[in-house]
Structures are given as C-alpha cells and as structure tokens.
C-alpha cells in the first residue's frame, strides 16, 4: 500500500498542528532553498514545506524543480508566513519523479497563453486556471446527477450509434467497419450497407431526445447526460464537434412545467458550485478580471463573476414570447439606428446579436423565449393553437447565448404526421416514435442543455476549448 | 401547469388517508368495471384506483384498456383488497392517450419473451421486468457518481472520437466525413485522411485510460464514466459494440490501493441498490427463481440473487496471483478428469472455463487475479521484480466472468519506453502519455469496471442485451 497521504485540501481545511502526516504532490516553488510549494490537485492552494537549512543533501534540493514529484512526511505547525495558516516541517523528503526544468512544457513564470496551453491540453490541468475549471466543471457534472436523482428521474443512456437520422439536428459523422478500399457494393454501384458492422448505414448521435421520449412515457420523467457530436465546419469559439448535453424529459408536463424545471435545474446547479467550488469561483473571477483588463472599458463585464452568479440566483429569469422578442427588437435603438446587420421581422430565426441585445442589453438577465414560428423549429415541437407557433423555448444566457433548447412534444399522433409528412421526416423511419403516440400518449416536454456552455457561463472562461478535457473540433483531435 | 401530480412511489409510502390526489400514469388492469391499476413508473407498483359503479360513463370506461394513459383525482383512501394499504377513490378520471388494445405490441398475460421484448425494445420499459432493472441500473449510476465524488475524484470526459489506435484494447470504429464516392486520394492512391474532418484518420475511443492518466497526474484522482466501443464480431450474452464503462485513476498508488479502491467501490454501489431498490431487486430476485424452473437442478443458482448480492457485500473479495490461479486449476478434479476444453499452463490467457472454475466452484466468490504473466497484458502495466509478470489485476465475478480489469502503471519512463518498442507501440503517437513519465512521474494505478456487466451481476439478467437501453450488436442497431 502506497497511498497512505493526506490530500492537501483537506489538511489546509483542518487548522490543527502538531500531528505527523504523509503529503504527495507536485512541486509548484521552491524558494530560498527552505520553502518548498506542493500541490495534489485537490485545490489550488499548495501546502507549504518547510525544509530546515543543512537538513537535506544539496543534491536532492537541486532536484525540486517545478512539477518534480514529492513525497514528504513531517509535522504540521502554524505558519509564521503569510497566505497559510499551517505549514509541514519535513522530517523526510522523496522525490518520486524529477522534472527537468530545461525540457518542462510548461513554466508558469512565462504565464502562458490560453491557446498555447491547448497545444498542451495534457500539461494545462496542472495550472490554477485550468485546475479551478475542471474541478468546477466536476461539481457541476455531480449536481446535474444529484438533482435529478433527488426528482426521481431516471438516468437513461441513450444510444451514441445510431442508424436513425430523422432528428434534422445538424450534419453527422458517419461510424463504419467498411473499408474505403474495396468497399462492398450493390449491383447499382452503391454502397452495400448490409455489409457494415450494423447492416446499416450508422451515425453519431446529434441528440438522445427521441430515445428519451421512450423512457419517459414509461418512467414518467428521465435525463440523459452524454455525448453528442456535429460534424459542422464551425471554428468558432462557441462550437465542439463533441460535446455533452443534458436532456431531460418528462411525461404529463406541458410547457410552463418544462420552463420551471429548467430554472430551477440550472440554479440548483450554479448554488451547488456557489457552495462547494467558492475557492475556484473567486480564482476565477479574479483571473476574468484580469483578462478583461486588456479590454476597452466599454467591452468589459459589468458585473465580476461571482456577482453575475449571484444575481442569476437571485432573480426570475425573464420568459417572453418570440412575438414580444421581434417587438422589443423592432422597438429597440439598435434597430432604428440600424446597428443590427441581420433583419429583423416576425419569422426570422434570430442571430446572436438579436439574443444578445435581448439579454445582455435589454432585460441585464438571462431569458426564456417562448412559442417560436414553427416553420423554424423541428418536427416534434407542439403545434400551438394559432397554428402558426410551436411549444418551443430557448433560454438565453449572457454572454454565451442559447444555453438551453426545449419544447412542448407534440403528443397527437395526427398533428405529428402532418408535420412529419411537411417536413419530409420519412415516418417509417421512427415507427417506434411514433407508438408512443398511438398507445396510452401524454402531454409531455424536455429540453437539452450543452453542458460545456453552462460551464463556460459558470466559470467566465470564454472559448469552449477551454472547458472541455481534449476538444475536438475542425482539422483538431489531438491526445 | 399540467403536472400537479403525485407520483405512486411517494403515494404508496405515505399511509396518509383523507386527502385529494391527482394521479397520472398508464393503466395496467382494469378488473370489474371498477378496479383500476395504474403505474407511472417510479415502483413497480400500481395505485389502485376506486371507480364506483355507475360514475362514469360505459364508453369511457371501455377505453380504460393496458397502458391507456389516464389523469385521476379523488381521495386517498384505507384499501380493503389485499396488496396495498391504501388506494384512490376517483372522483374524475380523463383518458390522456387511448390504448388500441387489439393493436398494442405488449399484451402482458401472454408472458412476452425476453428476446421478443428486444424487439420492441421502445415499449419494454413498461414491463415490471425492464422497470425494475433501469430502475437499479440508474441507481448504480448514481452510486458511481456519489462514491467517487465523496472521495474527491475528479470527474473528467475523456474523449470518444480519437486519432490515437495505440491501446490496442480491439478492434475500433472509424468516424468519418469523407464520402465512400469520390473519397480524397493522395498521389499514391491511399485515402488522403487530411480531407477528413479533424485532418486524420480518426476512430471511437476504446477506453478513456491514456488521457484519465493525464488528469490522474495533475489531480490525484479522477474518474470516467462514458461509451466505450469495440467493432467485434462477438454475439454473445456478454458482449456489446457500445457499452459504457467506469475508469478510475489514481496518482500514488499502487496495486493493493487498486484492489482496495476496487473492493471497497463494488461494496458501495450493491450496498446503494440495496438500500435504494428493494423492492426492485426483490422483484428481480423472484424473477430469476421463476426463469431458473425452466433448467435442470445442478444449473440453477445455489444462491437467490438477494443472497449472492449480502454474500458479496459481506465477505472479502479472495486476492490469489496468476501463479496460485494455475497452480488451484492443474491440481483441480476438473483437470484431473480433463474436463477443461483449452490447455492450462502458466503463461495462457485464462479461459472463461477456467475463470468460472476459480469463482464458482472453487472460491464461490468473487476472486481478484493479480500479477499476470507480462506477454498477455497491456503495454503500460508495471513489470515486476521478476522480469516475467506485470502488477494488473481482474476481477472476476460468479456467473459473469470478468468485471473489472486493471494495474499498476509503468511509471518508469525507460521501462514503458522499452515495453512499447517491444510490443510495437509506436512512441511518436503517444508523446503526450510519455510526457507524464517525463515530468514528475508517480507510482499509479487504474481500473476499468465494464457497467453492463455490472448491472448484470447486480440485477441477476443473464443477456448484457437487457440491461442495456437500446443495444448495440453485430447486425443491429434499432432505435
């Protein structure tokens, strides 16, 4: 048994002296050759050794080189330095791992770009930035679970192949066994696609809502959390080729319902960081400080992190109709000075900058926007009593955009085939889908939510790249 | 607001009478033209519905036909039938969703197979069966999250779609844009994968081990819970081509930590479903029992599944080496009487055979097999002082063979150097795993636990096909 150690959080929680322990860790500094700096990754404060002069071979002390490996064994005692109220005074010191600081990818002193850390994706989790993320992004995961496991929802895993593209959600990866050299062919010349793994042409999963809908008129109320991908050529700062989403659906609730859930969820979660990541959220406040002071006074946040999350805690997201959102554009100065590139009239699906005026200039907070004209909206939406509008809502967020996509389901089964029928959605396809409607169907709704946005939104980082382990995006799929 | 409901679970654990309910969900019977039985799936078990005679309409009542969907309030009342303590005298009753009965794939009292129920996989989930198993499934799930989570794992999402093939852990997937007509072609004629997507050749992950050690290395401990693939050909009871799997790893550590962290994980998570999922697995439980009558006496399980499931939680897992396992087989009746199929001798890849000799006839219980003979495992396992064996460990568990695989990692650079010159793992691919090794390196070690596999042992299915959603094999991919 190796690991008998005290992770480094939890020593620094506990203010008691006077005990020996065991801390293994990376070197972070070492200064004056006595004041050794370790961290296990726990947290972002390091433990501080204290190695007597004289104590230990020059040697060895020559080896405590950033991100060399230690393990320490010695007594804690109160601090006379300031930041740490304890410190260990080493009894014996190992180095596990040396770190040649010539060749180290990574020296914080240089403070590194964000971008240049990408190419370095397997280092980053080793600095403060990227440490806070994950750890946030951690909680965030484990809240999504508690919450809806508190709800009674079941957890269902919907499947990542598949042979079903009806969804209409974007462009998808093909997954095959089939060789592009001597592939197997029909007499017309086409692709035989009873020859590959499935006997089908399969798919990447865009979206696990339909499979969900079969748990949730069965269990009542489900949430997926998994991967889903597009293969869409967009290089943006907003956009993963592989990326997790939350979908959660639930029978005999209606539109309202999925609006209350939905706030509900994405507050409980941000309260859950608020009170178990308060180190890694003022870490990270103070870094987008930081970032932001390379900005013009005009582009910078008006609220610091913290603040911002308190104040989406705090207040009612805004719910308006689609209808009233053209309205206050149409009504707004950036329309009548002619500050917005894209039209804006009842039926447009509206670009980023619309949502950002709504929610950034408009109502200061994020909003629900409701009842979206069908005819920019998928097949499954229900149709609304005006014929004209669907049980849809998006919610957008600051600074991030749409965060949450979701809608009423239409639950009668001839409306849905009218639609699929318009829509060109080939109904022999999803005859599965489609028996929910025909035995014992319910009004029913659901929405997904990316979950790297909410936690770009959660943790001010402004590139999703940076809040996912190895993003895959165009001509990128490094480690 | 639609959903002002209560769900039957928390219905049925209140003993309350007295007050009004609204209750939704999908009819199981309907006995005398007025006994209604009603699941919304949170339990296995019905609320019964009171309707007085001559209340409500002939043609309403005719359409209270299996999984019909119904919305009823009335007041909750003592229960005079046996079975439940209480039920609900209907005040109104709506039908949501009718029910053709003469249509509906799921007629109950004709005991529909298991392998029939795959079939309409989207209506199994309303079986008492499927209920109780997703149920658990979701329980384990659960427990997964919470375990690794109150021990400060960092959850990280380690990628699906990758470039690097180097595991060697099957055969994998390809994901492509690239068209199977007019696909790219560089000068000689081979396909010119810088066309692709992410600008190479890329496939679905097999195991998220390589980047978990990434995070291991900076946060100590982490986790993956995500889909795994394998593009083999196996149609077996045991094998899927997507299933999802859980891989802990953790820095300073070696293998007896490993084991300990494994025992002490499978422990917490029966431990969770049987505190959470009773009844579930009593059902279960009486399931197996039933499905057992149908074969001989000496192939029936000595142990019902809620005694295998205390039996393991109260007995320490056997801890034997690779070499005591050959020793135990060559001396074993069974070899004796040669009634192995395959050779045993030191140096071969155990036999399901053997593997099922060791747990079910000779420990009955479940058995960790350390120390493997190096030529069989992995190229990141930790060579032993022997020079012959590696520091992996498997778990082998009664009636599903193998659960968890895992070892200690090589953490000595020139070491795993030599391994992957050894094994032809090519070092130019992988210089992101061989950077932790370069800086800092630690003793650490990981495991993998198969979930469906799992969820198997725990609910006591026999076909890895029913305990997952929607399954993934050779040939199919519905849904």
């Known amino acids: 048994m190796f690991n008998k150690r005290i992770k480094v959080k939890q020593l620094l929680a506990s203010e008691q002296t006077g005990h020996e322990v065991t801390v293994m860790g990376w070197v972070r500094t070492f200064r004056n050759n006595q004041f050794l700096a370790v961290n296990d990754g726990s947290t972002n404060n390091n433990i501080q050794i204290v190695l007597e002069l004289g104590q230990f071979d020059e040697a060895l002390l020559k080896r405590l080189t950033t991100s060399a490996s230690v393990k320490v064994t010695g007594e804690v005692v109160p601090s006379m330095g300031k930041g740490q109220k304890i410190e260990v005074k080493a009894k014996t010191l190992e180095i596990l791992g040396d770190s040649d600081a010539e060749k180290y990818p990574l020296q914080l002193r240089n ?4 971008e240049y850390l990408r190419e370095i994706a397997h280092m980053r989790f080793r600095t403060n930035t990227f440490g ?23 957890y269902l895993h919907t499947p990542i192949i598949t ?23 029909n007499e017309d010349g086409s692709v035989n696609f009873k020859e590959d793994f499935f006997g089908k042409s399969t798919n990447l999963t865009v979206s696990g809502q339909l499979e969900g809908e079969l748990g ?13 991908f597009r293969a869409e050529n967009s290089n943006t700062a907003r956009h993963l080729a592989e990326f997790w989403m939350i979908e959660p659906e639930m029978a005999f609730s209606d539109l309202e319902d999925n ?27 103070q870094r987008l400080v930081e970032e932001e002071k390379q900005k013009p006074q005009a582009e910078r946040s008006e609220m610091g992190l913290i603040e911002k999350l308190e104040f989406v805690l705090n207040n009612n997201f805004e719910r308006i109709t689609y209808t009233e959102a053209i309205d206050i554009l149409l009504q ?15 039926g447009i699906d509206m670009q980023s900058e619309h949502e950002r005026y709504l929610v950034e200039k408009h109502f200061k907070k994020p909003v629900i926007v409701t009842n979206y004209p069908k005819d920019i909206k998928a097949f499954y939406m229900r ?7 669907v049980a849809a809502m998006d919610i957008l967020a600051p600074g991030i955009g749409e965060i949450v996509g979701g809608s009423q389901r239409e639950e009668r089964l001839e409306n849905l085939e009218a639609r699929m029928k318009e ?8 005859w599965w889908y489609l028996d929910t409607r025909r035995f014992g169907t319910v009004p029913h709704a659901g929405f997904g939510l990316g979950f790297e946005r909410m936690v770009l939104f959660v943790t001010g980082m402004t590139n999703i790249r940076d809040v996912i382990a190895f993003p895959r995006t165009p001509k990128t799929a490094e480690f």
């Open 111 to 114: 403070r590194p770009s964000l």
């Open 132 to 154: 806070a993320v994950f750890r946030v992004r951690h909680s965030l995961a484990f809240a999504i679970h508690k919450f809806f496991n508190e709800k009674g929802f079941v």
């Open 163 to 185: 042979a079903s593209d009806a969804e209409g959600a974007g462009e998808m990866f093909r997954v095959t066994s089939l060789p592009f050299d001597g592939t197997p062919r």
């Open 216 to 228: 949730a008129t069965a269990f009542g109320e489900i949430y997926t959390f998994g991967p889903t």
């Open 259 to 285: 609006m209350n859930l939905a706030e509900e969820f994405i507050k409980y979660i941000i309260q859950y960081a608020m009170d178990n990541n308060r180190e890694d959220l003022e870490f990270l406040a």
């Open 332 to 346: 707004s100065p950036a329309y009548k000075k002619k500050k917005f590139q894209y039209e804006v009239k009842w």
């Open 383 to 389: 149709l609304n009593e005006d014929g004209k509008t």
């Open 423 to 430: 829509m060109h959605v080939p109904a022999e396809d999803l």
